[in-house]
C-alpha cells in the first residue's frame, strides 16, 4: 500500500521523465498516465436477439491530449462465438470510446458466455481506487428468442389491489410464455399454453419444504429469512386473463412456514400483430 500510494505521488510530480510512470511502467509520449478504465455504467449482463450483431462496452480515459489505441486483453471460454477488437481507439480530445464485440452464428440459444475485459497493462492505473469504474469488466451474456406477444395489467394479492403495467413474452424455441420480472426485477413466471383454457407452470428455481421439492417462481430474503413463491402446478385462461394461484413459504432460523395463498391475474389488453 505504501508503494501504491508513492507511486501514485511519483506519477504526479514534474520531475517524472516523459518515457517512465511508476503507474503506467514503461510508456512512450502517446499513451503516457492514460489511466483508460470501464465506468461503472456498463451493464453485467446482456441478453440479444437473434436480429444483434453486436455490442458495446463504453471505455474511458483520464488523460484526453493525444489519439490512442489501447489495448484490451479479453477472458472468454468460448471466444470463438464473439469477435473481440484487439484495441479500443481514442481520438484526441476524446475522454469516451466504445469497444464494440461482434456476435457470431456460433453462439447458443439461452446459453450463458461469461466474458471479462482487461485494459493492457501500461494504459491503466492498477493502484489507487477509482469511484468512477475499474480497468477490469466483467460481463455474462445470452441469446435469446424471447419477444413481447402481449401487453396488458398484472395483479397479485401479495401486492394488494393495485394493478401494475406487464407485458407477455413467448419463446418459440423453448415453447414457452412468460411474465418477465414479475414478482420483482430478474423474477419471470414461466408456462405453456396451446391456445385453450389451461395454462402449465414451469418454474425457475425450487425449495424444499417438508421434505418436498417444490417449483419456485420468486425467491429472497424477508427479516432474516428466505421467503419463496411457489405457483400450483395448473392455471387457466379466460377471455384474455391469465390465472395463477401461488403459495409462500418462509425458510429460515432452522424453521419452516407456509404465510399466505394468493391468487395472480394477467389481463392482456393489447397482443401483438
Known sequence: MLFAAAAFVACNDDEITPDKCPICGENDATHFCQ????????????????????????????????????????????????????????????????????????????????????????????????????????????????????????????????????TLEKSEILGQYRLPNYYAAGHNVNFTWDGGSAIQMISESSVTYNGQTLPAYYAGPMSGTSIYMCAAPKGLYQDNMFMFATLGYAVGYGMQAQWGQFMNYMEVTQWAE
Open 35 to 166: 489511466n483508460v478504465y470501464f465506468p461503472n455504467g456498463n451493464a453485467i449482463s446482456e441478453v440479444f436477439v437473434p436480429t444483434d450483431t453486436e455490442f458495446s462496452v463504453v471505455v474511458a480515459r483520464e488523460t484526453t491530449d493525444e489519439a490512442v489505441e489501447v489495448p484490451v486483453k479479453v477472458e472468454c471460454a468460448m471466444a470463438d462465438c464473439f469477435v473481440f477488437p484487439a484495441t479500443v481507439s481514442f481520438e484526441a480530445g476524446e475522454a469516451m470510446a466504445e469497444y464494440v464485440i461482434g456476435l457470431t452464428d456460433k453462439m447458443e440459444f439461452f446459453k450463458e458466455y461469461n466474458i471479462q475485459l482487461t485494459i493492457g497493462e501500461g494504459y491503466a492505473d492498477y493502484y489507487s481506487k477509482n469511484e468512477n469504474g475499474a480497468a477490469i469488466y466483467a460481463v455474462s451474456v445470452q441469446k435469446s428468442d424471447w419477444k413481447v406477444v402481449g401487453t396488458g395489467y398484472m395483479c397479485s394479492d401479495w401486492f394488494g389491489a393495485d394493478w401494475y403495467s406487464q
